[in-house]
């Protein structure tokens, strides 16, 4: 079974105060990582998609990475909009005729101004 | 990126009630998909609706209790059915892009009393 752990859980800075979120996974055969971002009461909005170890994705102060095991989403001097529920989900690969997204359980992130 | 709409945004019921929530999407897509994000945890995945068949529900969930319509390409409805304390959860619909993301309604918030 396809399992994704994120870490921290929880994760306060301060402006400008650079950091990194960690997505580990486990799954048989890797067809797609996939970032996404969560306002409070909203559902969540499609980030990046990752394919193959050694992609990167940018996105205005953020940057996805991947490897083999796990991916990163680095938030290079973020503001206070910055602040969400940041999730991962991978998508196992065609062949395995599985194609749904297994998520983890997220990083909420809180800049302060 | 498709736009999708849900009804209702949030609702109060009672305990032993069932209730509908409606996903309509602006354009044709062949899967639609239900999720389930419970207080401080992440998606799970209810069931995927494809039009003119029966939805495939993944493990844990069964029609009698998550009754599923999907009359066309661009509307599915999901019921939550005799409802208790432990299905107050946010409900989401999603379709997926050309590339495996998922795109997300912004979620049907239900609180059972």
């Known amino acids: 079974e396809d399992q994704v752990t994120q870490s921290p859980e929880a994760l306060r800075l301060q402006e400008g105060e650079s950091s990194s979120l960690n997505c580990s996974y486990t799954?048989?055969?890797?067809?797609?990582l996939f970032w996404y971002r969560q306002d409070p009461g909203k559902g969540p909005e499609f980030l990046f998609t990752?394919?193959?170890a050694g992609e990167e994705k940018e996105k205005e102060r953020l940057k996805a990475t991947l490897t083999k095991k796990e991916s990163f989403l680095h938030i290079t001097a973020p503001k206070p909009e910055d602040s969400a529920t940041y999730l991962c989900?991978?998508?196992?690969?065609?062949?395995?005729?599985?194609?749904?997204?297994?998520f983890g359980a997220g990083t909420t992130v809180t800049v302060r101004a | 990126s498709a736009v999708i709409s849900q009804k209702p945004s949030r609702d109060i019921c009672q305990r032993g009630t069932s209730l509908t929530i409606q996903c309509q999407v602006d354009s044709q897509v062949t899967m639609m998909f239900w999720y389930r994000q419970q207080p401080g945890q992440s998606l799970t995945l209810i069931a995927t609706a494809n039009q003119g068949s029966e939805a495939t529900y993944e493990s844990g969930f069964v029609i009698d209790k998550f009754p599923i319509s999907r009359p066309n390409l661009t509307f599915s409805t999901l019921t939550v059915s005799n409802m208790s304390p432990e299905d107050s959860s946010i409900y989401l619909c999603?379709?997926?892009?050309?590339?495996?993301?998922?795109?997300f309604g912004e979620g049907s918030r239900l609180t059972v009393l």
């Open positions: 799954v048989s055969g890797l067809r797609g």
């Open positions: 990752l394919y193959s």
């Open positions: 999603s379709v997926d892009g050309d590339t495996g993301e998922l795109f």
């Open positions: 989900a991978v998508q196992a690969d065609w062949a395995s005729n599985d194609y749904k997204l297994s």
